[in-house]
């Protein structure tokens, strides 16, 4: 019903910038929030980022004033742009969307991650 593709992981050092992407397409009617979470190895998911449709924002106190969350309607893409990375944030980032669609409302979707691994 909907597909979600990212990008932009990569291997960084300390300090520096990236900016990750999530496109949804498929069978969507509109897409509510929209958002970013993390797993590092041995650690739980954490919500990074989060952003309503109205373009309300929500971060994690880790990454208030690195990131910033993003979105484009028009393209039903996500962005997470993170300045000032730290080799905390290395994990796999994975984008989730709610959306309403044919047969569904409400209804949450995982992209397939994309590694982001910082180095000291």
């Known amino acids: 019903q909907v597909q979600l593709v990212e990008s932009g992981g990569a291997l960084v050092q300390t300090g520096g910038s990236l900016r990750l992407s999530c496109a949804a397409s498929?069978?969507?009617?509109?897409?509510?929030?929209m958002a970013w979470y993390r797993q590092a190895p041995g650690n739980q998911r954490e919500l990074v980022a989060s952003i309503t449709s109205g373009g309300s924002t929500n971060y994690a106190d880790s990454v208030k004033g690195r990131f910033t969350i993003s979105r484009d309607n028009a393209k039903n893409t996500v962005y997470l742009q993170m300045n000032s990375l730290k080799p905390e944030d290395t994990a796999v980032y994975r984008c989730?969307?709610?959306?309403?669609?044919?047969?569904?409302?409400?209804?949450?979707?995982w992209g397939q991650g994309t590694q982001v691994t910082v180095s000291s």
């Open positions: 989730n969307v709610e959306a309403n669609g044919r047969g569904y409302v409400r209804r949450g979707f």
């Open positions: 498929g069978s969507i009617f509109s897409i509510n929030n």
